[in-house]
């Protein structure tokens, strides 16, 4: 006899919300047949590629191209002057500036785009790169912030009027011809006055690093411009598709409807992959020009020194408490250098991002943010890395500052951190910069995660390892890092948050097929999350079809309804969020649907797991899979034939996913090499849709903020020379770096969200990096350590050991 199928197999065989479904995607990756741009292969297909300047700084006298052009297989080289007749020489940026497609006059980075010569393959472009002849006239190079602002060197002549007048920024007034913008969050007067008359006042300055996410596959695009039917067809490494589709008709005046975006298959973004660069507009106008495909592909080198940077933010600080340990106020001063042109990817009404998320996790009464961006001679970009808009930084500045308070009251930091948690009760809660944490409960998480480790055990270990060391019996110091981070995903509603004009809503669109199997359509694009696994998720549960039903497809503007795209981890508090309300309305219609075959009133039946039941009557029932055939199958009066919806998504908030981080590090005081002896993770995103895709996600963002700790560093030399454009100078870590991570939960839903989801993707770095920089500081604290700057790689570590006389 054949057992009976219990609901609860029901529920099992849909694969929905909180299922560990292991990843569709994954059958291609693993087998090396994802599709990536570079995989792309079209029939006469050419390929561009850069000529890049060697100086950070440098006017540029003459380009003779006419050897390059004598190269076999060399077509045509496009410079400035080419571009300008067409209004292409320059480019909008997201943040409101303008930059250079290719050099006019100048150049301002190394690496910058000076020529773009197209070719028939890889090997002759490279061969005509290097016969394009410029005659450069080396400028003043500036790398530092500071002295840019002090600076007699103009390195933005076009934004400077002509009797040396300033014209307002894209985010106001300038105060220096290389200052880009000033912005302010929070009260100034009535912070300076608390913490001038506070019991305790701790301050520090401190640098958060440039860096970059080096992702595997670097950024591209293929250009196909089918000039019979008018049609512009342009793959690439896009996280934003669809706006990439507006920005490319608004620069080039081809209409909306006659460009298709398509993001294919994209080895990783991080951030990286946002914004737009020179590479598309030229592989664009190559192929016009030419009337063939064109394909821009970066190597590494271009990747790294010249694409989307992260952070950079010189930050000054101040915190004040009672003697009892209660902040009561907090100011932040950054310095946030953006290279030659502001080109981060912020909501415009956010030039430094949500920096002002920096009152982190604590009821701080009164604050006060100033950011004063700053043009230098280095790339620009300023978006990426696992944190779009700057929240990396804002967390890793606070859980500093609390660190550094600590020392200063002579109080343990987890006390500390405890009693000035925004309490459970008092979510929803306005943080005095502005925000509305949606909700939160940060003392469970905190004294789950103490537990974990055993916290006061590890205490006791560690001031027995100081005696040990003072003792001579050890060269070993033992540091605990702690953090606790609050993020904000999820941007945005659309009444303040925008990219370029365009409301940062998302978007699904759900067909039902007439056998009950379905695909859905999203504005967000997967660059390795594995949403074709999880939106299936959240629509089993929500329609009662199984997740290996339902195909998810992103990426494609012909197909898919518009969004703005993956980043921030807005996906599924955005995206997530229209899933689920475009399954409730295909759910409301497959309700008319059934009552009328079970020949009953809507109102008396009612869903369960996959199927429609009549009320009081378990045994009459229609599944979602008959209902789906009888949507095309059946005249149903008053009803349309089909199963279809579409939903744009305008979330009324944000979502403010947060965690609990501990990690136990050993430092060899004389080499300055770190031992991850144990990272704990405790995560709170909310519902969780996929507990395994979330655990590697965590793995995934610890493992970058493990980097960005402890090497990890785009670095400059006085020259503006990058000194770490290769994997030989970029610190990586492998398998070998990286420690065991012990992950864990707690689950506090989102009140607005459909189904209570918060991000995950960002947290673990977000959090990840003041943990291992907190450790390492911990380790020296015993020994009169305040604060070091990141990176904190074997050298800077052994410095930090040699200057507090441990080597003596
Ligand atoms: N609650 C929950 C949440 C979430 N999830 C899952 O998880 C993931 C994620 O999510 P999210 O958080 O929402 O996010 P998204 O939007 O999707 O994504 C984004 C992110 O993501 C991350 N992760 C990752 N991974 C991979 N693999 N790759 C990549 O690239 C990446 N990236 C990174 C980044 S950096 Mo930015 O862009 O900087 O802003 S941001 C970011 C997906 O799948 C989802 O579904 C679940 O399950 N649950
Ligand atoms: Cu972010």
């Avoid at 933010?313 to 340990?325: D, F, Q, R, V």
């Avoid at 859980?399 to 200063?408: C, F, G, H, T, Y």
């Avoid at 560690?462 to 110091?477: C, H, I, M, P």
């Avoid at 992950?743 to 995950?760: E, L, N, Q, R, Y």
């Amino acid at each position: 006899m054949k057992d009976e199928v219990t609901r609860e197999d029901r529920v099992a065989n849909l694969k929905g919300m909180g299922c560990s479904r292991k990843r569709v995607e994954d059958a291609r990756f693993t087998q090396g047949k994802g599709n990536y741009v570079d995989d792309i292969k079209l029939d006469g297909m050419l390929f561009g590629d850069f000529v890049r300047s060697p100086y950070a700084h440098a006017r540029i006298k003459s380009i003779d191209t006419a050897a390059a052009l004598e190269v076999p297989g060399v077509l045509a080289v496009l410079t400035a002057a080419d571009l300008e007749p067409l209004g292409l020489h320059w480019m909008p940026t997201l943040a409101g500036d303008k930059q250079m497609v290719l050099a006019d006059g100048k150049v301002l980075f190394q690496g910058q785009e000076v020529a773009f010569v197209v070719a028939e393959d890889r090997y002759a472009a490279a061969d005509g790169i290097e016969l394009v002849e410029v005659e450069y006239e080396e400028l003043p190079v500036i790398v530092d912030p500071f002295e840019s602002l002090k600076s007699d060197v103009v390195l933005r002549e076009d934004l400077v009027g002509k009797n040396g007048a300033l014209p307002d920024g894209a985010h106001g007034p300038r105060k220096h011809h290389n200052h880009i913008f000033t912005w302010e969050a929070g009260n100034k007067a009535p912070t300076e006055e608390v913490i001038a008359n506070a019991d305790v006042v701790a301050e520090e300055s401190m640098y958060y690093h440039r860096t970059h996410p080096c992702p595997l596959e670097t950024c591209g695009c293929v250009a196909s411009m089918d000039k019979v039917n008018g049609k512009l067809t342009l793959w690439g490494t896009f996280q934003a598709p669809h706006a990439i589709r507006t920005v490319v008709s608004l620069i080039s005046g081809i209409e909306e409807h006659n460009i298709r975006v398509i993001s294919p298959d994209i080895g990783g973004g991080f951030g990286n992959k946002v914004g737009a660069y020179p590479g598309y507009v030229c592989s664009v106008v190559a192929s016009i020009v030419t009337g063939k495909p064109v394909k821009w592909i970066e190597d590494r080198m271009d990747n790294l020194m010249t694409t989307a940077f992260a952070r950079d933010y010189h930050m000054t600080g101040k915190i004040s408490a009672t003697k009892e340990g209660k902040i009561t106020g907090l100011q932040c001063h950054v310095t946030a250098d953006h290279g030659g042109f502001d080109a981060c990817a912020d909501p415009t009404k956010f030039p430094a991002g949500f920096m002002n998320i920096c009152t982190g996790s604590y009821d701080i009464p009164t604050a006060y943010l100033e950011v004063d961006g700053v043009y230098t001679n280095k790339a620009p970009g300023g978006v990426s890395y696992r944190c779009s808009f700057r929240v990396t930084e804002a967390v890793y500045f606070i859980e500093r500052m609390v660190e550094v308070l600590a020392i200063k009251l002579n109080m343990d930091a987890a006390e500390l951190r405890r009693i000035n948690f925004i309490k459970k009760e008092q979510f929803p809660y306005t943080a005095a910069l502005g925000w509305e944490y949606d909700s939160g409960d940060y003392h469970t998480a905190w004294d789950k995660a103490l537990k974990a480790v055993d916290y006061e055990g590890l205490r006791a270990e560690q001031a027995q390892r100081v005696e040990d060391f003072k003792a001579g019996k050890t060269r070993k110091l033992m540091g605990i890092g702690l953090s606790f981070f609050t993020e904000i995903v999820g941007a945005g509603p659309v009444k303040n948050c925008d990219i370029l004009g365009l409301g940062m809503f998302d978007s699904c669109e759900i067909r039902i097929h007439p056998t009950g199997s379905a695909i859905a359509r999203l504005g967000t694009i997967s660059q390795g999350q594995g949403h074709a696994t999880t939106f299936a998720q959240i629509l089993a549960s929500e329609i009662g079809l199984p997740a290996d039903s339902i195909t998810i497809e992103e990426g494609d503007t012909d197909t898919a309804p518009y969004g703005l795209g993956t980043y921030g981890s807005r996906s599924t508090p955005v995206a997530g969020a229209a899933t689920a309300m475009a399954g409730r309305k295909i759910r409301a219609k497959a309700q008319m649907i059934a009552a009328y075959l079970l020949e009953v009133h809507d109102n008396d039946v009612e869903f369960d797991v996959d199927r429609f039941v009549v009320k009081g009557a378990p045994e009459k029932f229609k599944t979602m899979k008959e209902i789906a055939f009888a949507a095309y199958n059946q005249a149903i009066p008053s009803l349309e034939p089909g199963l279809e919806a579409v939903s744009y998504y305008d979330p009324p908030n944000m979502t403010y996913p947060f965690g609990a981080y501990v990690c136990v590090m050993d430092i060899d005081v004389d080499t300055g090499v770190p031992e991850i002896r144990r990272f704990y993770a405790l995560d709170d995103c909310g519902t969780r849709i996929n507990p395994m895709i979330i655990e590697g996600q965590v793995h995934g963002g610890l493992t970058e903020a493990l980097a960005v700790a402890l090497g990890q560093e785009i670095a400059y030399d006085d020259m503006g020379n990058v000194k770490t454009g290769t994997l030989m100078d970029f610190f990586l870590p492998t398998a070998w770096e990286v420690p065991n991570y012990e992950t864990d939960f707690t689950v506090t839903p989102s009140p607005h969200h459909p189904i209570g989801a918060k991000g995950v993707g960002e947290s673990p770095h977000v959090g990840g990096v003041p943990c291992f920089s907190n450790a390492v500081q911990d380790a020296f604290r015993p020994f009169g350590n305040t604060h070091t700057n990141m990176p904190h790689d074997h050298w800077r570590i052994w410095r930090t050991a040699n200057e507090l006389g441990l080597h003596d």
